[in-house]
């Protein structure tokens, strides 16, 4: 049959040309793309939109659709400000997601010193679209030893300086640090539109975790945590929150238990959770006075007892 003859041959003649097409656009894209500029503008315009200097060694494609930037630094604002390096942030999307109507995002993050994490987020395409509060259809993450020291500093400095800051509290969370390494991993599965099917889990560590007091101006020993983690398990919609976590040293005792019901969209999520806030010896003589002024005089020997309920975008809080 030439007639067939002929169509293969055509059908193998723009085949071909197809290939040739992808491969030299792929050649574009990861050798001779001009990213020396576009580091600089990406750079220059999450350093307007957030405000913070954000600096980067190396940028560039990341095989088959994302991007790898290396030598990340995201310093905060403020008289103590922070900074926060990574060796690696690697970003890649899945296609096949976009089958299912969804948006697939991997995420993999190293440190200066090599530990790392991994974060994989699948969302509805709706939630790109100004989708607020949009439930994520699964979130997880693996952090093998992964060093906490910047984030946690640039997070407390982050807190030390919203608009929202407690007076009393900044000047402490500005003058104390964290450190250790975040092992564990979160494998969550959500329904946007049955929110009671979402499940999963939280098994989360800090390993060789301080809680570092050593600035001149507070006198106080480092406290070392003998117990630091973050433990819950998801069922029928209820993220129930482990007696397990909790954080404590010799003089401070951190511990929360309850529950959040997951709700969609995500901020109208109801909380139901009960904290305790225990400090000792020096920590109680130096910040003891933080207890009262938040509690209202209620705290009673250094220790302080919080229910916090209501809806995760508005959340109350009370002494009991």
Do not use: C, H
């Amino acid at each position: 049959m030439p007639e067939m003859s002929v169509w293969i041959q055509k059908l193998g003649g723009r085949t071909g040309v197809g290939v040739i097409f992808g491969v030299s656009f792929l050649f574009f894209l990861l050798v001779t793309f001009p990213y020396e500029i576009l580091k600089e503008s990406i750079a220059n315009g999450l350093s307007r939109v957030t405000g913070m200097t954000i600096t980067m060694d190396d940028f560039g494609a990341k095989f088959p659709v994302g991007f790898q930037a290396r030598g990340l630094s995201i310093t905060s604002q403020g008289a103590k400000a922070r900074t926060m390096k990574l060796g690696v942030l690697s970003v890649r999307f899945n296609p096949l997601y976009l089958l299912t109507g969804k948006v697939g995002a991997r995420a993999y993050i190293e440190n200066p010193d090599k530990s790392s994490m991994d974060v994989f987020v699948a969302l509805p395409i709706g939630a790109m679209f100004g989708g607020e509060g949009v439930l994520p259809s699964r979130i997880k993450i693996d952090s093998e030893k992964f060093r906490i020291d910047d984030l946690a500093g640039f997070a407390l400095a982050s807190v030390a300086g919203g608009p929202g800051a407690n007076p009393l509290l900044a000047p402490v969370l500005q003058g104390i640090g964290v450190t250790g390494k975040l092992d564990g991993t979160v494998d969550l599965s959500l329904s946007q539109s049955s929110p009671q099917d979402s499940s999963g889990s939280i098994k989360l560590k800090f390993v060789d975790a301080f809680l570092k007091l050593s600035d001149p101006s507070l006198g106080l020993p480092d406290q070392k945590f003998s117990r630091a983690a973050i433990e819950g398990s998801l069922g029928g919609g209820i993220l129930n929150i482990d007696k397990a976590s909790g954080f404590e040293s010799e003089e401070l005792t951190l511990t929360a238990g309850g529950s959040v019901a997951v709700k969609s969209p995500l901020p109208a999520s109801q909380l139901q959770i009960d904290l305790l806030v225990k400090l000792q010896k020096s920590l109680a003589d130096k910040f003891g006075f933080l207890l009262d002024a938040f509690s209202g005089g209620m705290a009673r020997g250094g220790e302080l007892r919080l229910q916090v309920k209501g809806p995760l975008s508005q959340p109350s809080t009370q002494p009991i």
